[in-house]
C-alpha cells in the first residue's frame, strides 16, 4: 500500500487544520490507520489511530479531546481532524498503515507502510 498524507499548512494558535491520508494499491480498511508527528530534534510520537473497522479510536493525551481521526473507506482516505491547535502541535504529520492488529498500536515500529509526511505549524 502506498500512502499519500496532505492537507499540512500554517495555521494560528487556536485555528482548525483536516489532514488526509489517501491510499493506493489497497483498500485502507485492511489496516488499522495511525498517524504520529515528529518536531524538530524530537522522537516521533503517536498522536492518534483508528480501528480497521472504525469503531476504536485511541489518541495521545496531548491531542485528546481537540483532535478527532475517521475514515473513509469508500474514498480510501483517513482524516485528521485537529482542533484548538497550539504551537506544540507544530511537526511533521505521518500517516501510517498497520495489516497485522485490528486496534490502533501507539508506537511507530508496529506500522509497517508510511506516508512521506505534511508539515503543520501553528504560530502563536
Known amino acids: 500500500v502506498q500512502l499519500q498524507a496532505f492537507g499540512g499548512g500554517l495555521v494560528q494558535a487556536g485555528g482548525s487544520l483536516t489532514l488526509s491520508c489517501a491510499a493506493s494499491?489497497?483498500?485502507?480498511?485492511?489496516?488499522?490507520m495511525g498517524w504520529f508527528r515528529q518536531a524538530p530534534g524530537n522522537e516521533r510520537e503517536f498522536v492518534g489511530g483508528?480501528?480497521?473497522?472504525?469503531?476504536?479510536?485511541d489518541y495521545a493525551d496531548s491531542v485528546q479531546g481537540r483532535f478527532t481521526i475517521s475514515r473513509d473507506n469508500a474514498k480510501n482516505t483517513v482524516y485528521l481532524q485537529m482542533n484548538s491547535l497550539k504551537p506544540e502541535d507544530t511537526a511533521v504529520y505521518y500517516c501510517?498503515?498497520?495489516?497485522?492488529?485490528?486496534?490502533?498500536?501507539?508506537?511507530?515500529?508496529?506500522?509497517?507502510?508510511w506516508g512521506q509526511g505534511t508539515q503543520v505549524t501553528v504560530s502563536s
Open positions: 501510517a498503515a498497520d495489516f497485522e492488529r485490528h486496534n490502533p498500536g501507539t508506537f511507530a515500529h508496529q506500522y509497517s507502510y
Open positions: 483508528i480501528s480497521r473497522s472504525g469503531r476504536t479510536t
Open positions: 494499491g489497497r483498500t485502507v480498511s485492511s489496516y488499522v
